[in-house]
């Protein structure tokens, strides 16, 4: 069951600047490629499948480090005996990090995403103080965001899976919400295609957390072509005009 | 069928580079670029020919390259690769590059087409040096015009090795990232294919990486660590490699040339 860290952390109303990120949809709508709400649906499976999957994985893992941390939390999820001090956190950090960096081959989905972690790492820290914050944001001050979720989750005593669904649900939660805004889309349907998307969502929790188990090097690692080129070329063509989100 | 391929390249008396070693056996035949043109370049030409290009089901083919420091590898394929069904298992192609330092590998096969109901595996995996070069070109056709794509999973990741007096440097990686190909969901959404059915890539871990540059459909970005990926997807063959010569070409360490004049000549 989640717990109550994951449903603040995936809540649109968590101060943590989400919401001026759209996933990359706001370029999709400005080439034309998502129009309506079957072609929202196409988006957000993709987006779900490849960088969903990549975000989920790694904060699956980034939890399981963090709750492996001695005085991470109440309630760690994983016998002491085989966790260990700042040190070694922080490698595995480290490790994490630099293996989504790999996974992020977008300049721009990389920048995205520690502006979004920078932004949550403040609120994060507010509400669930711990020295496992001080480890992550050791290895990069602006952590990327699933591996900051993650923490967070870990930190709370919510096992590696809750933080993963937190993440994938927020790889499409993101994008459906700013698709009502850019296209006046009918809320209720937006909101029923992102439902419809559970039993994708659940497969891609699995598969997150059975790699998470496994060492770093192994975790999926799906590109998304078009979405990588839409979110430089977001960047880049509408430098200086006006656009509604940063991503 | 399964077939182990093994190529070892070294920098010669006078600097230039030499096969030392070749073994390669059906499917998979290596053949170096021989003639005047071969003796002028100074980097080693080598073809990959052979049913290596055309994998049927159940083929396995692994090839290990080895490039000495300072050396340098253009390794091609002749024809488009066709990866057709078979038998009820995968065809696979395991590429492993090992590169010392200063040593470079130019990898440019021909586009690897995924016939309906083929069901094709990949993997590129390369260990360079912290002065190696690398340029690795992917170009996939989903489908022969008109028919579905087949199956089609390819990996790609390169690592950086410390040198021997660096032991205490961890290996860091540079890129790891799969290509997918033949999942209807994944080839219509827009943030995957988006109804393309070419799929361009190329790895340049080549000197100089500067800001990230776009084209309508394709993107030049630099990598967290060093080296720019290139991304371009396209209707066609012809246009995707097009769009990935206008990529290269905005590329600053591409730009300020090889130390082969001979190697860009062929490459373009």
């Known amino acids: 069951m989640p717990g109550l860290a994951s449903l603040v952390l995936a809540d649109a109303r968590f101060p943590g600047g989400g919401h001026v990120h759209s996933g990359g949809l706001e370029e999709a709508v400005s080439r034309g490629l998502v129009s309506d709400v079957a072609s929202l649906e196409g988006f957000l499976r993709g987006r779900l499948r490849t960088a969903g999957l990549v975000a989920a994985a790694f904060a699956a893992a980034s939890a399981a480090v963090s709750a492996c941390r001695p005085s991470s939390g109440p309630s760690p999820s994983r016998p002491s005996s085989s966790c260990d001090g700042a040190a070694a956190t922080r490698a595995r950090f480290a490790e994490l990090d630099a293996e989504l960096e790999a996974r992020t081959p977008s300049a721009a989905a990389r920048e995205a995403s520690r502006a979004q972690g920078r932004g949550t790492l403040r609120a994060v820290r507010a509400a669930w103080p711990s020295p496992v914050l001080d480890d992550l944001a050791a290895v990069h001050p602006r952590p990327h965001h699933p591996l900051l979720i993650g923490a967070a989750c870990g930190v709370a005593g919510e096992p590696p899976g809750e933080a993963a669904r937190c993440v994938a649900y927020l790889a499409v939660s993101g994008p459906a919400s700013a698709a009502v805004r850019l296209l006046g889309l009918d809320p209720f349907a937006v909101n029923a295609v992102l439902v419809g998307l559970g039993p994708a969502l659940e497969t891609v929790v699995a598969e997150a957390v059975s790699a998470a188990d496994g060492p770093p090097p192994d975790l999926p690692a799906p590109g998304a072509p078009v979405l990588d080129l839409m979110a430089q070329a977001h960047v880049d063509q509408h430098r200086g005009r006006l656009r509604l989100f940063a991503s | ?268």
């Open chain 2, 1 to 268: 069928m399964h077939a182990r391929a093994v190529l070892t390249v070294e920098r010669g008396a006078g600097g230039r580079s030499v096969v030392r070693e070749l073994r390669s056996q059906s499917p998979l035949s290596l053949v170096p670029r021989r003639g005047t043109a071969a003796a002028a370049d100074p980097a080693v030409t080598v073809h990959m020919v052979g049913s290596a290009s055309t994998p049927l089901a159940g083929d396995d083919v692994e090839l290990d390259v080895r490039v000495g420091p300072g050396a340098d590898l253009v390794l091609t394929g002749v024809a488009a690769a066709v990866a057709l069904p078979g038998t009820d298992r995968p065809s696979s192609l395991a590429l492993r590059f090992t590169l010392g330092e200063d040593a470079s590998v130019q990898y440019l096969p021909e586009p690897t087409v995924v016939t309906a109901r083929a069901h094709h595996h990949t993997l590129l995996h390369a260990r360079l040096a912290p002065t190696s070069r690398l340029r690795a070109r992917e170009v996939l056709v989903a489908g022969r015009a008109g028919e579905p794509s087949g199956r089609y999973r390819g990996t790609v990741r390169v690592e950086e090795h410390p040198t021997p007096h660096q032991s205490a440097v961890p290996v860091v990686p540079l890129l790891h990232q799969t290509q997918e190909l033949g999942d209807p969901v994944l080839q219509e959404s827009s943030a995957h294919l988006a109804a393309r059915r070419v799929l361009g890539t190329e790895v340049l871990i080549w000197g100089a990486d500067g800001v990230a540059v776009t084209g309508d459909w394709w993107s030049l970005s630099p990598l967290s660590r060093r080296g720019s990926l290139i991304t371009a997807v396209a209707p066609d063959a012809v246009s995707t490699q097009r769009a990935l010569a206008e990529a290269i070409a905005a590329h600053p360490g591409w730009a300020v040339g090889t130390r082969h004049d001979a190697v860009r000549a062929l490459v373009f």
